[in-house]
């Protein structure tokens, strides 16, 4: 049980500093808007053979509604049962941790329970809150489960959080890492900025939840100055997000050729040009065009098309893919087919489903 970082086990706290793919996991539903247990452990699977290293569960991509529906334990729970049935090696396990701290704090007690490494603290229950109260929320939930910071797009229900908050998170003791989410280069410099002030940038990860530049993130530097001109190198390291959970065995290839190009200290052309190739696939399954109203629909309808799901369905019976989605996801298909993984997955998905 994960209650402080020196719980986790080694090799999972080296695989989270040093950066792995960890898809946000959907929610797999029949017609009836039912858990499909049956697919839920599937795309566990999918995930585990593509070479992800971690599982993010509970959070936006999982929808948020499992919570209403009694469904954030049991989707918990089967998703740490079929990781570990399914491999051995290290699977960085994160959950997702929303609401007021009276609620957070009791999901991360489920999570760590059930043996999640960390927590994904969600703060859009504190869009009004002061700073000051946001932090002491974070203080407590910390003392429950080792966290991941969160900052996500307020397109879909997320908080401003200026350098200064993510200075001050960074400086708890129990964070080891930090989604940066905001879809806004101005933010996430904030987000940068705060971790290179705090003093815990050597302890705490930085990973890029931006899936409209996914490959910059995880390419370019990042120089932080101070007052006096004293300059910081900062990098992405790793994904945490929902782009991640559809085309999974590319995702996995693509951070592998970023973090040895890291390491070689080469600029590859070629690498950089693909960061708008996966930006135009995002766009199409995070519905843009529509404000992301299709964004959940739209992960579910390329995993429809693979045979992962069955449907698009959503716990939330109105939502749906937006006027247009379905054409542009074509599009992608047609214009970015080295992208996709459809051999892999049609290659696999009948031991998956067995």
Same mark, same amino acid.
């Given at each position: 049980?994960?209650?402080?970082? /020196?719980?986790?086990p080694?090799? $999972?706290?080296?695989?989270?500093?040093?950066?792995?793919?960890?898809?946000?996991?959907?929610l797999?539903?029949?017609?009836?808007?039912?858990?499909? =247990?049956?697919?839920?452990?599937?795309? +566990?699977?999918?995930?585990l053979?593509?070479g992800?290293?971690?599982?993010?569960?509970?959070?936006?991509? +999982?929808?948020?509604?499992?919570?209403?529906?009694?469904?954030?334990?049991?989707?918990? /729970?089967l998703?740490?049962?079929?990781?570990?049935?399914?491999t051995?090696?290290?699977?960085?396990m994160?959950a997702?941790?929303?609401?007021?701290?009276?609620?957070?704090?009791?999901?991360?007690?489920?999570?760590? *329970?059930?043996g999640?490494?960390?927590?994904?603290? /969600?703060?859009?229950?504190?869009?009004?809150?002061r700073?000051?109260?946001?932090?002491?929320?974070?203080?407590?939930?910390?003392?429950?489960?080792?966290?991941? *910071?969160?900052?996500?797009?307020p397109?879909?229900?997320g908080?401003?959080?200026?350098? =200064?908050?993510?200075?001050?998170?960074?400086?708890?003791?129990?964070?080891?890492?930090v989604?940066?989410?905001?879809?806004?280069?101005?933010?996430?410099l904030?987000?940068?900025?705060?971790?290179a002030?705090?003093?815990?940038?050597?302890r705490?990860?930085?990973?890029?939840?931006?899936?409209d530049?996914i490959?910059?993130?995880?390419?370019?530097p990042?120089?932080?100055?101070?007052?006096?001109?004293? =300059?910081?190198?900062?990098r992405?390291?790793?994904?945490?997000?929902?782009?991640w959970?559809?085309?999974?065995?590319s995702? $996995?290839?693509?951070?592998?050729?970023?973090?040895?190009?890291?390491?070689? *200290?080469?600029?590859?052309?070629a690498?950089?040009?693909l960061d708008?190739?996966?930006?135009?696939?995002?766009?199409?399954?995070?519905? $843009?065009?529509?404000?992301?109203?299709? $964004?959940?629909?739209?992960?579910?309808?390329v995993?429809?098309r693979?045979?992962?799901l069955?449907?698009?369905?959503?716990?939330d019976?109105?939502?749906?893919?937006?006027?247009?989605?379905?054409e542009?996801?074509?599009?992608i298909?047609?214009?970015?087919?080295?992208?996709?993984?459809?051999?892999?997955?049609?290659?696999?998905?009948?031991?998956?489903l067995?």
């Amino acid at each position: 049980m994960a209650r402080r970082r /020196s719980d986790i086990p080694a090799a $999972v706290d080296r695989l989270i500093a040093e950066g792995t793919v960890i898809p946000a996991h959907p929610l797999a539903l029949t017609a009836e808007r039912r858990l499909d =247990e049956r697919r839920q452990r599937a795309l +566990t699977r999918y995930y585990l053979d593509a070479g992800a290293g971690g599982l993010a569960v509970g959070v936006h991509t +999982t929808q948020f509604a499992i919570r209403e529906v009694g469904l954030y334990e049991p989707v918990l /729970s089967l998703a740490a049962e079929a990781a570990a049935a399914w491999t051995d090696r290290p699977i960085a396990m994160i959950a997702g941790l929303a609401g007021g701290t009276a609620q957070a704090c009791r999901e991360a007690d489920v999570a760590a *329970g059930l043996g999640y490494h960390a927590g994904l603290l /969600s703060l859009a229950a504190f869009r009004d809150a002061r700073t000051d109260d946001m932090l002491a929320h974070c203080r407590a939930v910390a003392e429950h489960i080792p966290l991941f *910071g969160f900052y996500l797009q307020p397109a879909v229900g997320g908080v401003r959080l200026p350098a =200064e908050f993510w200075r001050r998170f960074a400086a708890i003791d129990n964070v080891i890492g930090v989604k940066i989410a905001p879809f806004n280069r101005y933010h996430t410099l904030d987000v940068i900025r705060g971790v290179a002030e705090s003093g815990a940038a050597e302890r705490v990860a930085l990973y890029t939840g931006n899936d409209d530049h996914i490959v910059a993130d995880l390419l370019l530097p990042f120089a932080v100055r101070d007052d006096h001109g004293r =300059e910081t190198e900062m990098r992405i390291v790793g994904g945490l997000l929902g782009h991640w959970c559809v085309w999974t065995s590319s995702a $996995v290839g693509i951070h592998r050729r970023c973090r040895a190009t890291v390491r070689a *200290g080469a600029v590859d052309p070629a690498l950089l040009a693909l960061d708008s190739r996966v930006t135009e696939c995002n766009a199409a399954v995070f519905d $843009v065009a529509n404000d992301f109203a299709g $964004v959940i629909c739209g992960v579910h309808e390329v995993l429809r098309r693979q045979g992962l799901l069955q449907g698009t369905w959503c716990l939330d019976p109105d939502e749906a893919l937006g006027p247009g989605q379905a054409e542009r996801i074509d599009a992608i298909y047609a214009r970015h087919v080295d992208l996709a993984d459809d051999a892999f997955v049609a290659a696999n998905l009948e031991r998956w489903l067995a």
